[in-house]
């Protein structure tokens, strides 16, 4: 089955600066890479998400890159606020029929302002 | 549209009873899943479903039965508790016919503690 890797657990930024958050996955097959964030005492909520078949994609301040040939892909967020301090978790799944989403361990991000 | 609700939100069961934590969407997803969250551990997926009536194990199955009798409820229950089964539980639903996407719509989870 698909494995996802998720390193490091833990990263702490200084407000304003970026953070880069690195994924692997195993399966060459998976095709959709979903990021989610999760508030503490809240459930994950999706983010940002990329298909295989696009290399980037952003959305105002974060964006998710797709390097299909190594098998990873990362989350960056520039300008970085307090209220981007969560944990957030990478996903991976073949989409269709019998589709569900693999997660990483998840990294905790900290903002300091 | 109140998305997906699970109760209750925290729980303590002594060793060896039995419970049913509930989950319920509105949104007429075909897909529902039940994962565990530990610390450090990610999110594990216990079982899920895609349509009434079909049910699956997921990665982590076992102390564990769910039902899924109509589109919008799939209970997870736990028959015998162990120290093992504390963790965060969430529930989570998906349109996946909605031209293959798989964004899941999460509960808030219930948390569980077994002494």
């Known amino acids: 089955g698909e494995n996802v890797e998720q390193h490091p657990s833990t990263l702490s930024v200084q407000e304003g600066d970026s953070a880069v958050i690195k994924c692997t996955y195993s399966?060459?097959?998976?095709?959709?890479f979903p990021w989610y964030k999760q508030e503490l005492g809240k459930g994950p909520q999706l983010i940002i998400d990329i298909r295989s078949n696009v290399g980037e994609k952003k959305d105002q301040r974060i964006a998710v890159t797709l390097n299909k040939t190594a098998k990873h892909f990362s989350l960056h967020i520039t300008e970085t606020q307090p209220e981007d301090s969560a944990v957030y978790f990478c996903?991976?799944?073949?989409?269709?029929?019998?589709?569900?989403?693999?997660f990483g361990k998840g990294i905790t991000l900290s903002v300091r302002p | 549209n109140a998305g997906v609700t699970q109760t209750p939100k925290f729980r303590i069961l002594k060793i060896g009873q039995s419970m049913t934590l509930q989950c319920t969407q509105d949104m007429n997803h075909n897909y529902m899943y039940w994962y565990r969250q530990d610390p450090g551990m990610g999110l594990k997926l216990i079982y899920y479903s895609v349509g009434a009536g079909i049910t699956d194990k997921g990665e982590v199955p076992n102390g564990y039965n769910v039902s899924r009798s109509t589109t919008e409820d799939f209970p997870l229950r736990l028959e015998l508790a162990a120290p093992s089964q504390t963790s965060v539980y969430f529930c989570a639903s998906s349109p996946v016919d909605r031209g293959g996407d798989t964004e899941a719509f999460f509960g808030q989870g219930t948390r569980l503690t077994v002494v």
């Open positions: 399966d060459s097959a998976s095709n959709y």
């Open positions: 996903a991976a799944s073949i989409s269709g029929a019998n589709s569900k989403l693999t």
